[in-house]
């Protein structure tokens, strides 16, 4: 897997970038990133850091960097109020749902359909 464009420290070896955590040898594919949602699992970050070949001091620094630049996101559960507070409104956490993207070409020639251009 590449780099990410969004680089935002560089070691010898580890990347902090705008996935998490990546190395900078591209012969490894990938195999040792780590993702920012996974940034905070000790169980992960110990076996990556056990890895042999892997330079601990600048895989340390970068996970400091990472662990600055992207916070432990705080876990949302649904809305309680207390009793016994005035106008409390207790409200569900509600996750966004991206719509389903549906295309209209199906059996129609590309030719006749008709074109869009981003207007500047």
Do not use: C, Y
């Amino acid at each position: 897997m590449p780099l990410h464009r969004d680089i935002f420290w560089v070691g010898r070896q580890w990347a902090v970038t705008g996935a998490g955590i990546q190395a900078i040898d591209q012969r490894l594919r990938g195999v040792l990133d780590i993702a920012i949602a996974r940034l905070w699992d000790d169980d992960l970050v110990q076996s990556r850091r056990a890895k042999p070949g892997v330079n601990a001091a600048d895989f340390d620094k970068a996970l400091t960097v990472a662990r600055e630049r992207f916070p432990k996101a705080p876990v949302s559960g649904p809305v309680v109020a207390q009793r016994g507070t005035l106008g409390a409104i207790e409200t569900p956490v509600v996750s966004p749902v991206v719509p389903a993207m549906s295309l209209r070409a199906e059996g129609r020639l590309a030719r006749f359909l008709p074109q869009w251009r981003i207007r500047r």
